[in-house]
């Protein structure tokens, strides 16, 4: 337990100098949903302990036996022509040593046309990012606190230019299986650059998640509650287009208070039947709410919704997530049960 406590300690006060948000580092598609369970649920879960191997690819903490030869694989046709995909699979070498989970993130942003500063057509080029991922927990003594971490091998190219970095994730999660209740704290992508684009490091994506479940007693529902990027407050900036002008023409930027920000760190999620062969899953991020909604029109921006069936050894899930009126993104995935 104290070193849960020392490794928690050391993370949150290296937090304010690794506090970015998206567009303020590089490997962004690390923080992109891992599968359609998660994207379901609002797009980060850091509290199932189940059969999902993917979850491990989230919160190494969550890596258990019940992982065990379980191979997911995940495809998402994502905004404009960008593709991206997971895989996780989780072997137990016997009951003392636990569980250990492999897993990959790979995203290709599509084809695009080149031209020199003089407007020049120099061909066509293309971009695509990978991260290969090995992990491991354990319970911390005899208690209901376990800890995990992952070991992130990051390789990127963008043109012709190309990256490569190393990232590491801790989780630590407590279970309380009376009350059916779970809580976890994820510290996520802290690493570095080992080779920069062209000679300029630039940060990772670090960020820290705090996250609650449990399944409500006598009704078959268990909620999700992710308080995301706890590493930067504010997490939200006036938007321009939203500034109101009287009829000085006086304009006074978009007011964004305590409790906007305290919302845009909140993620909302519920799992009917989670324990069953079929499942139907709901979320609402607020903040993808609040930064694509459009002013004076109903288009149910932050919502998501996926179902799960499981037929024998395989289980598939698929995913509709709302960002905009003009942007829409469908998530598939499937597990395979090796062991049987």
């Known amino acids: 337990m104290r070193l849960a406590v020392a490794v928690i300690i050391f993370f949150f006060s290296i937090a304010k100098v690794q506090a970015q948000l998206g567009g303020e580092s590089t490997y962004q598609f ?3 949903m891992s599968s359609p369970r998660q994207a379901a649920l609002g797009g980060k879960v850091l509290t199932n302990v189940d059969y999902d191997v993917t979850q491990a690819l989230f919160n190494p903490a969550t890596i258990n036996v019940d992982m065990d030869n379980q191979l997911a694989i995940n495809y998402s046709n994502y905004l404009g022509d960008i593709s991206y995909g997971t895989a996780a699979y989780a072997y137990t070498v016997d009951r003392r040593t636990q569980t250990f989970h492999v897993g990959m993130t790979y ?7 080149g031209y020199d500063e003089n407007g020049i057509s120099t061909g066509t080029f293309t971009g695509n990012e990978a991260a290969l991922s090995v992990g491991y927990a354990a319970q911390i003594g005899y208690s209901d606190f376990y800890i995990g971490a992952n070991l992130k091998f990051i390789t990127s190219k963008l043109e ?11 989780g630590v999660i407590y279970i309380n299986e009376y009350l ?5 704290l994820v510290i996520r992508n802290f690493g570095t650059q080992l080779t ?4 300029i490091k630039e940060p990772l ?23 995301e990027n706890l590493q930067k407050w504010p997490i939200a900036s006036p938007n321009p287009a939203r500034a ?54 109903r288009n149910f921006s932050g919502f998501s919704f996926g179902l799960g069936l499981k037929f024998n050894n395989i289980r598939f899930s698929y995913t509709h997530a709302r960002y905009s009126s003009a942007a ?3 998530f598939l995935g499937l597990q395979i049960n090796l062991q049987q």
């Open 30 to 32: 690390l923080n992109l």
């Open 205 to 227: 994506p670090f960020e820290i998640d705090l996250g609650f479940s449990q399944t409500l007693e006598n009704v078959p529902i268990r909620w999700h509650l992710t308080l």
């Open 244 to 297: 109101t002008t009287d009829l000085d023409g006086t304009q006074t930027e978009e007011d964004i208070n305590f409790v906007s920000n305290l919302f845009r760190h909140t993620i909302l999620g519920v799992e009917l039947f989670p324990n069953k062969g079929f499942n139907i899953r709901l979320g609402y991020s607020f903040r993808r709410a609040q930064e694509l909604k459009i002013l004076e029109q």
């Open 160 to 170: 012709q230019y190309n990256s490569f970095g190393i990232a590491t994730d801790i």
């Open 107 to 113: 995203v290709n942003y599509g084809s695009f046309d």
């Open 196 to 199: 920069t684009y062209a000679g």
């Open 328 to 330: 829409n993104t469908s």
């Open 180 to 184: 059916d209740f779970n809580a976890a």
